[in-house]
């Protein structure tokens, strides 16, 4: 009997040993974790808050970049939907009527293409298309919407990639206004210079890019204008002659 107690004594503090042997020397409390999520949040947020007071023109900042964001992600997202499957460069078709040219607005540096023919005044515009205000984009696609067709001309710029968002700007305002309006691109004439003749080219092929990816219609007009050298030929070196001939191919050369 005496061994039988002895060995139940044994038996639990053997037990009690083993239960807190068992007992881990750290707790998981989920408390704990979500206390210390909030301080170190509390922590980000404080940082952020102090640069935020510390700089004046913080939120004024803030408010025109995320604005800025707003609006490329618009005129992207115009730009997609609004895209046409097109070939390019425009093939050659049947010549359409002079009087086309009076139903087709024109924006750019047209002036001296539109003296030769008989346009409306009110679907011509020459304003710099780098320099033109979202207002002014919305006020011409207004103006055009009536129109045939619209025809975009630039000449060799000065700066390239502004020039070319510019044209994505002024061709997302257009669509937006009317989605199924066809816009045709112009190439860049060649100039006399052959290192600007090159640089011209240069354009013409980013021209070409832009036209594939937001789907205007290409018309190359420069390519018949060159000697071998990629000159401007002599021929064309007459104003009227050379408009003229400009004239033609844009008539000779409609893909809507």
Known sequence: MANSKSNSKTSKKYRKVEKKKSKPFL??????LFFLILLSFSAI?????LSATSDPDYWEREILNSQQNQSAGSTEKSASKNKKSVINPVPASDRAEEQRMSECAFIGDVSSLTAYYDTKTSLVFTDNVAGMSESRIKSISRNI???KAVYLWYDLPDDQEKTLTALRNLTA???????S?????LTALPK???E???QTDDWNTALFALADEIGLHYVDISTLLKTNEGLLAITYQDNEILYKNIGETILTHIAD
């Open 27 to 32: 707790q998981f409390k989920l408390g704990v």
């Open 45 to 49: 947020f404080g940082l952020y808050m």
């Open 145 to 147: 919407a009536d129109a």
């Open 173 to 179: 305002g257009i669509q937006e206004q009317k989605a």
């Open 181 to 185: 309006m066809p816009i045709y691109i």
């Open 192 to 194: 006399n210079d052959l």
């Open 196 to 198: 600007l003749s090159q």
